[in-house]
């Protein structure tokens, strides 16, 4: 019997252990079914959110005209290069334009060669774009923690800060604004994360494979098509500093590395080279001397717009992350995590975001041209930074809460301007003042405003966390760390999403009262109108950088005088029937008692007061713009030469 005992146990242990194997088996494979579940209907939840944000985002950009300077010329410059067929040299009103490089025009001609020209598509460009970004920094916070699927809960906890990642950079109200506008950075932005990506990864003890350094290069080249020079900054910044961030020594990073740089580098400038060699080729020397070396060397040594003291962008930084400056504690973390010891997963990617934050700050604080939006990609270390802090709180219901008393507030004021632009309501002076400033009294304004108005109001109580839901969430944090994160990534979702639809509502309905005078529309039309009828159109006294080139279609240049009596006179001699268009300020303010500069004081003049009913008086946000016929050079006109001009204005 004693005997029998041993094989009698070794029989029973190798008759349950395929049970026993079998169910372990059948409860791994319902765990990763109910992970497969719920991660698929978290994709699912994740790809409507994210469409309603590109679609709030498209829907700001739509609500309102190409606003003066920077939008309307950019997309004229684009219109010149298309009119004209010529790819690689810019131009601006007939001049050639060395500022920017040309890969925002090219894309909005590749819009146009699908879709015909027209005025949707430039606006609805830097949303996608936009979009791209986002998916572009989910690869760099993938490559910075590199885990494998299906290990465990650091794999879970990785995936939740790559989405929280992502949800940061698309909350801050810098991000926001200027992917609803038609400028560089966001473009910028967008391919130097294509660029970088490469060179995230912690792993340093090898070269890195040929087709990740290609993938470097063609996107380095597409950041300098996009924004020049300032790219190389920016890649220098990360790359550089890769021998003090990763896991490897500096000694082996620099020794496997550095062929890799140098060839990412020299794809980069062959990729620019594409445009840069024709341009130079075919462009004037004035354009090439500026496109290689005056536009970027002013502005670092001696911007003569945008120079600025070295504190500048300090008070800047609260505003640009909001509403995350509504949460400091997370910044505060995030920073004194990057210094404090981590686990080794972790020390790159909290080593890299404070080395990027403070290089950037630090050199663009250096530089003497300073602009809020030249610190577009110092939102991506921030990102990484408070979305890996945002990991390690509770969920942002403050946040929720100060973010709803902030729509509350602006919907009280929304409906307030509703009443002060209604016509009907408005008190004669109140209706003055509006009708002199910025605003437009309209009904269809104050609709707008109301509107916006009760949208707000709605925002705040739909904001505002209740009671359930925070009940609900401590329930969830008992469960496990999975449920609370998933906790913190709905409140984000949350708080971005409303940050976005509060935006939107304020740039497509409050605001609704100041597009009206910020639309070059009529303006551009008028001279279209003049040009096509054969008559000289001339702009006096100020910089002109094509306003109204694309919203009239124009294909000839604007003229520039200054306002000098011998200049005036020359150009009143060689085109009589010609039109003058001035400010009206400016023109109130001619000196002389007479000559050319009395003349056309005194239609400014008559024609404020309702006397020239030959003029057009336009807007541009708060100033008039006069236009003014040639023959008033020589003073007021008779009332033969009035029935004159009335024919051509007819005409």
Known sequence: MKRQTPRSRVIKRSETEPATRAGRWRKAMALAESAVSSGANLCASERLCWALWLTLLMAGALARPYLPIDETRYVSVAWEMWHSGQWFVSSMNGAPYADKPVLLFWLIHAGWAVFGVNEVWPKVL??????????????????????AAGEGDEWQVREQWVSLTRWTLAG???WMLYSQALMFDVLLTTCLLGALRPWCSPLAAQPLPGKAVAESGLWLGLALLAKGPVALL??????????????AKARQVWAGEWRGWGMSLLLGLVVLC??????????????????????????????????RPLWWYLPWLVVLIFPFSLRPRLLLEGFLASIAQRPTAEQPLLRLGRIWALSGLLIFSLISGKQVHYLMPLLVPLSLLLAWAALRQPPAHGALRLLAMTSGGLGVASLALAVIVMPSLAPTGLARWSADSALVASSSASLSSFLAGAGLLALMSGLWPSSATSGAINARQVSGVQARHDGVLNAQRRLVLGSVLLVTCLLSLTLRPLWPHLDQTAIAQWINGRQQAGQQVAVVGWDYQATWQFTGRLTRPLETLTRDAGSLSAWQAAHPDGWLVIEAEKCLRLPGTQGP????????????????????????GRHRVMTIPAAALGGLPSASSKRDMSAQERQ
């Open 126 to 147: 830097m949303p996608l774009v936009s979009l791209l970004g986002i998916w572009q920094l989910g690869r760099v916070a993938r490559t910075l923690w590199p885990v």
């Open 172 to 174: 801050c109200l810098m």
């Open 234 to 247: 920016w890649f220098a910044v990360v790359v550089g500093s890769r021998p003090w961030w990763t896991q």
């Open 274 to 307: 594409v445009w840069l060699l024709p341009a130079v080729i075919t462009g004037p020397a004035s354009y090439v001397e500026d496109l290689l070396w005056g536009q970027t060397a002013h502005r670092v040594v001696a911007a003569q717009d945008h120079a």
């Open 597 to 620: 500069l009395a003349g056309m004081r005194d239609w400014c003049q008559a024609a404020a007061d309702g006397k020239a009913d030959t003029s057009r008086i336009f807007h541009q």
